[in-house]
T-cell receptor, first 113, second 113 residues
Framework: DTGVSQDPRHKITKRGQNVTFRCDPI?????LYWYRQTLGQGPEFLTY????????KSRLLSDRFSAERPKGSFSTLEIQRTEQGDSAMYLC???????????FGPGTRLLVL | GNSVTQMEGPVTLSEEAFLTINCTYT??????LFWYVQYPGEGLQLLLK?????DKGSNKGFEATYRKETTSFHLEKGSVQVSDSAVYFC????????????FGAGTRLFVKA
């Protein structure tokens, strides 16, 4: 297994457009996490899935954000009507259920113009 | 709520110097503690971890001891190399819903030859 992968690695969009990011976790990992990292800051938790169920969402995740993990494997994070404040690195991580160590993907860097 | 505070950077050292990056935390219960490293252009990598008080995590010459009495997890290395230049994140994870990870703001390390 090659680890957690994310696609695309970079995305430039105009304000108001919708964007979708994909994360492929390490196979057999039950849990999948999304984080957002802005410049000069540490990652902040957005949401996590256990298999296909979304179990927690941060207050950071506004109504414009939606995440899915339809078959308990890959996940998508969609941002509707993007704003300049959405510009950040979006990180995905995965783990086994009872394992506190998370394995991170390379991230998707979003720039909203 | 849970939080992590780490020393501000950047930290600039000469090769073979001793490194300390301070990290303190606030948490309910008994969190696991981590140091992650982010090299330029790459994703987060787990550097080391400790899961209970007085545990010492170590990897690649780096080490950190889980000090419950001082709520600290300082990162140390006896002799840094140019290749250690990166951003270091202290983090904690507690089983208060999915082991979501709380990160510090990161400390950038520059090592000069």
């Amino acid at each position: 297994d090659t680890g957690v992968s994310q696609d695309p690695r970079h995305k430039i969009t105009k304000r108001g457009q919708n964007v979708t990011f994909r994360c492929d976790p390490i196979s057999e990992h039950n849990r999948l996490y999304w984080y957002r990292q802005t410049l000069g800051q540490g990652p902040e938790f957005l949401t996590y899935f256990q298999n296909e169920a979304q179990l927690e969402k941060s207050r950071l995740l506004s109504d414009r954000f939606s995440a899915e993990r339809p078959k308990g494997s890959f996940s998508t994070l969609e941002i509707q009507r993007t704003e300049q404040g959405d510009s950040a690195m979006y990180l995905c991580a995965s783990s086994f259920i009872r394992e506190e160590t998370q394995y991170f993907g390379p991230g998707t860097r979003l720039l909203v113009l | 709520g849970n939080s992590v505070t780490q020393m501000e950077g950047p930290v600039t050292l000469s090769e073979e110097a001793f490194l300390t990056i301070n990290c303190t935390y606030t948490a309910t219960g008994y969190p696991s503690l981590f140091w992650y490293v982010q090299y330029p252009g790459e994703g987060l990598q787990l550097l080391l971890k400790a899961t209970k008080a007085d545990d010492k995590g170590s990897n690649k010459g780096f080490e950190a001891t889980y000090r419950k009495e001082t709520t600290s997890f300082h990162l140390e290395k006896g002799s840094v190399q140019v290749s250690d230049s990166a951003v270091y994140f202290c983090a904690l994870s507690a089983n208060t819903g999915g082991f979501k990870t709380i990160f510090g703001a990161g400390t950038r390390l520059f090592v000069k030859a």
